[in-house]
């Protein structure tokens, strides 16, 4: 079947915009995570879904952040008042389970002039 | 604490020869914990995990080795090839949070021929 999807590939936005990151994880599965990279770092964790509820979003920055999940399967994220320190890679990834393998989408390459 | 240190963060070894990445975690909830491979521009890929039901686990080339009361696990590559030259990421799961992976910073490997 089909992996993890994430829509766009790539944004360019300007300072104080808005953006949506779209994130179609693998059918069935039931947790769903947002991360972000900078460049030469590891994913940095935002936050977990667990069905339709975040059950953990403490990696969130700020409350310009913020992620729903509202069918237990698509999940957006969403970032208000864009600034040029939110320019990163926002990756989704899914798992069957919380404690298993996750499977990372492409990612999205965010850029905020 | 939620904090996972990864060495070394550059490696770079002869064809043929071994490789080993270390990592340290503060603290954990769980008994997860997987490696990841991310080549250029591309997501991150499990290679490996382990449970820390085992103290070891060995797949083809590549082997982890836990020690749970140390805190620390490790990530042996043999008979290295050209393929494995990557950026290689450990995890481990928050204590605060079963679900909230941490990565480590993580290390690239080149491969000389």
């Known amino acids: 079947g089909a992996g993890v999807s994430q829509t766009p590939s790539n944004k360019v936005t300007e300072k104080g915009k808005y953006v949506e990151l779209r994130c179609d994880p693998i059918?069935?599965?039931?947790?769903l995570y947002w991360y972000r990279q900078s460049l030469g770092q590891g994913p940095e964790f935002l936050i977990y879904?667990?069905?339709?509820?975040?059950?953990?979003d403490s990696g969130l920055p700020n409350d310009r952040f913020f992620a729903v999940r509202p069918e237990g399967s698509v999940s957006t994220l969403k970032i208000q008042r864009t600034e040029r320190g939110d320019s990163a890679v926002y990756l989704c990834?899914?798992?069957?389970?919380?404690?298993?393998?996750?499977?990372f989408g492409p990612g999205t390459r965010l850029t905020v002039l | 604490g939620e904090n996972v240190e990864q060495h070394p963060s550059t490696l770079s070894v002869q064809e043929g020869d071994s490789a080993v990445i270390k990592c340290t975690y503060s603290?954990?909830?769980?008994?997860?914990f997987p490696w990841y491979k991310q080549e250029l521009g591309k997501r991150p890929q499990l290679i490996i995990d382990?449970?820390?039901?085992?103290g070891e686990k060995k797949d083809q080339r590549i082997a982890v080795t836990l020690n749970k009361t140390a805190k620390h696990f490790s990530l042996h590559i043999t008979e290295t090839q050209p393929e494995d030259s990557a950026v290689y990421f450990c995890?481990?799961?928050?204590?605060?949070?079963?679900?909230?992976?941490?990565f480590g910073s993580g290390t690239r490997l080149s491969i000389r021929p």
């Open positions: 995890a481990a799961p928050a204590y605060s949070s079963a679900s909230k992976i941490i």
């Open positions: 059918s069935g599965h039931t947790a």
């Open positions: 990834a899914s798992s069957l389970t919380s404690d298993n393998e996750q499977f």
């Open positions: 382990i449970r820390s039901n085992v």
């Open positions: 603290d954990s909830a769980s008994n997860y």
């Open positions: 879904f667990q069905g339709t509820g975040a059950a953990d």
